[in-house]
């Protein structure tokens, strides 16, 4: 969602005439975007944000803004006041302040020759290069903002705000807009994407707008993420089945193997229902590849429970486990009502133990496709080879001479890892 952000207030100061640049300290407009979804990134996001004071000592007529979820939707009077050296804050999803500060304020020093200016982003960690809208082959599309579910454990829903489904004309100037560009495929975003168009004036849901984007013209492929267990439908299922741009990857988080655990974090399933849910999903999807995300150390959570997680992902074999150890997130409910009693050198050791157990399962899920065909849509050079995805979502890389950015390819596997493939073009 933040990479969507990001390139959403690029695209803005492109229209006003300014050019990215990598370095910080070129830049004529600097874009700090935050994330706040564990205690770490926050930290790192307020270390990052008072690193910046030197570079506003140094060029005092570079703008400085900070926008995302550390600024979230609650207003920034604590921010402003701890960080005055910064100019613009922004709430995440929205590029208006920093426009309305650049186009409204005239008698600033940054008002230049439009061939000279610069911008650049950042993270909480890195200088991101990468927002330039050219060449871009796929791209990010929130369809659903912000979150009304509240799990104990996330803070997303109070620095994002509530679920607010965008239009569905919205959505498709976007796409139409993007594919203009070059774009061959999107992924469509929401913290529960399946509950996209549930709250429109005239309601709509997810599978009516997945045909819609299908039928766009130019548009090679669509995927969508992150699932909810409770609304992941047989409709959304059978529309990935049906239509040939759906990419048949399924992202739908889990997040413990234990019901007392997914009671406290107010997941709202079982662990039975989220098992019958795979099966469905792989019954319906029989070339399907399917990602969960897991927390390790959630408060309570025993060895008992633990090793219940463990088999759980042993047992559904999935090709994609993103792992997180639990971290207390000021504000949310579990930080107010729930003790965090789970050392942090056991969260590391459960955290290892699951990394292992996932490296051999997808060893062997991908182990599966030596030697086959498959389609990939090549998304840049890296590294001296050109790199793509499989409709699995399965990382492949080539070595080729042709250029193959934003073409979709018939590739024979010659090589297979955890984390990613190698292969030859074949012509078709």
């Not at 933040?2 to 910080?24: G, M, Q, W």
């Not at 599966?368 to 409709?391: I, M």
């Not at 890389?397 to 984390?419: A, C, H, M, N, Y």
Request: glycine residues 6%.
């Amino acid at each position: 969602m933040n990479v969507a952000d990001s390139r959403r207030v690029a695209s803005a100061l492109e229209e006003l005439d300014y050019k990215p640049t990598p370095h910080a300290e070129e830049a004529d407009v600097v874009v700090l975007n935050t994330c706040v979804v564990r205690q770490s990134a926050e930290e790192s996001a307020l270390g990052r944000i008072g690193s910046l004071k030197n570079l506003k000592r140094r060029k005092p007529e570079a703008i400085i803004n900070v926008m995302g979820c550390l600024v979230g939707i609650k207003g920034t009077a604590d921010l402003e006041e701890q960080f005055p050296h910064v100019d613009v804050f922004s709430p995440p999803s929205d590029p208006g302040p920093l426009m309305a500060y650049l186009t409204q304020d005239k008698s600033k020093a940054w008002e230049q020759e439009a061939t000279s200016r610069r911008f650049a982003f950042m993270d909480g960690e890195l200088t991101l290069p990468e927002v330039d809208q050219n060449n871009l082959v796929s791209a990010f599309v929130p369809v659903v903002l912000g979150c009304s579910h509240a799990c104990t454990y996330c803070i997303i829903p109070y620095r994002r705000g509530v679920e607010r489904s965008r239009p569905v004309q919205d959505v498709l100037n976007e796409v139409r807009s993007l594919v203009s560009q070059g774009v061959k495929e999107v992924t469509l975003l929401g913290q529960i994407v399946d509950r996209y168009g549930l709250d429109l004036p005239d309601p709509t849901s997810l599978p009516a707008l997945l045909r819609l984007i299908h039928d766009v013209d130019g548009l090679k492929r669509v995927r969508f993420l992150t699932s909810h267990p409770n609304w992941f439908s047989i409709e959304l299922m059978d529309v990935v089945a049906e239509l040939p741009k759906i990419m048949p990857h399924i992202e739908v988080p889990h997040q413990a193997g234990h019901d007392q655990v997914l009671k406290d974090m107010k997941r709202e399933y079982t662990v039975k229902d989220y098992r019958e849910l795979i099966e469905r999903i792989r019954t319906r999807i029989p070339d399907v590849s399917i990602a969960t995300d897991v927390i390790v150390g959630f408060p309570g959570e025993t060895e008992q429970y633990f090793q219940s997680s463990y088999n759980l992902l042993k047992e559904l074999n999935l090709d994609v486990v993103h792992l997180a150890r639990y971290s207390v997130r000021p504000g949310t409910v579990a930080a107010r009502r729930i003790e965090d009693d789970v050392p942090e050198e056991e969260k590391w050791r459960r955290f290892r133990l699951i990394e292992d157990l996932q490296e051999g399962i997808a060893a062997d899920i991908n182990r599966q496709y030596q030697d086959q065909r498959v389609d990939v849509l090549f998304e840049g050079w890296h590294k001296g080879r050109w790199r793509g995805r499989s409709p699995q979502n399965k990382l492949v890389f080539v070595e080729s001479e042709q250029d193959l950015q934003g073409k979709i390819k018939e590739v024979r596997i010659t090589w297979t890892g955890p984390w990613s493939m190698q292969g030859r073009l074949l012509e078709r």
